[in-house]
């Protein structure tokens, strides 16, 4: 490459970027996606814009006849807290009222409350609603790491809806 012209130097720099850039742009994803878990076990994924997640977790959780948790021992935002599973004990953090993180365990842990996701239906758009957490189908949850594990709601934000919540934060884009 020491003999090469600047201008061949100039073209495999430029391919090589184009490169990288097509496969970061594969990688990412532009819709919000959600993954259900039905009764039988199977998962579905739905994609679609304006992702929310409405609710709690709670610890030891209490259920209906339906499989919904009615309440626990313990809650925290679905959408802030911080779940963290190590071998059979779940802990939960949250944001408490002086700002600072507050923790409890258990041995147990339970959804409740909602995703909305708008979906794309017979040629329009549909706001689509699913239980966070009963028998019949619900938000899956996923597990990250190696003991202790991060347990979260398995439910991503596209790259639309990051865009979107940055620019919601003026300051932050000025920070950054």
């Known amino acids: 490459m020491k003999k090469a012209s600047p201008a061949v130097k ?18 990412v994803k532009l819709d919000d996606e959600l993954t259900l878990r039905r009764a039988d076990g199977t998962t579905e994924a739905v994609r679609g814009r304006d992702l929310h997640l409405e609710g709690e977790v709670f610890l030891d959780p209490t259920f209906d006849a339906g499989g919904a948790v009615v ?8 959408e802030e807290a911080s779940v963290v599973r190590d071998g059979g004990t779940y802990a939960v953090t949250r944001r408490g009222a002086d700002g600072k993180p507050e923790t409890r365990t258990g041995s147990a842990i339970g959804w409740r409350g909602t995703a909305r996701l708008r979906v794309r239906a017979d040629g329009g758009d549909a706001e689509r609603t699913w239980p966070l957490q009963s028998r ?8 990250d790491g190696e003991g202790p594990v991060r347990v979260a709601l398995d439910a991503k934000h596209g790259l639309l809806a990051s865009g979107r919540r940055l620019f919601d934060r003026p300051d932050l884009v000025v920070a950054a």
């Not at 100039?10 to 990688?27: N, T």
């Not at 019949?136 to 597990?143: F, H, L, P």
């Open 136 to 143: 019949e189908v619900s938000v899956a949850t996923r597990e």
């Open 71 to 78: 309440g626990g021992a313990w809650s925290a935002p679905a």
């Open 10 to 27: 100039a073209a495999v720099k430029l391919l090589v970027g184009f490169g990288v850039a097509a496969l970061v742009a594969s990688q």
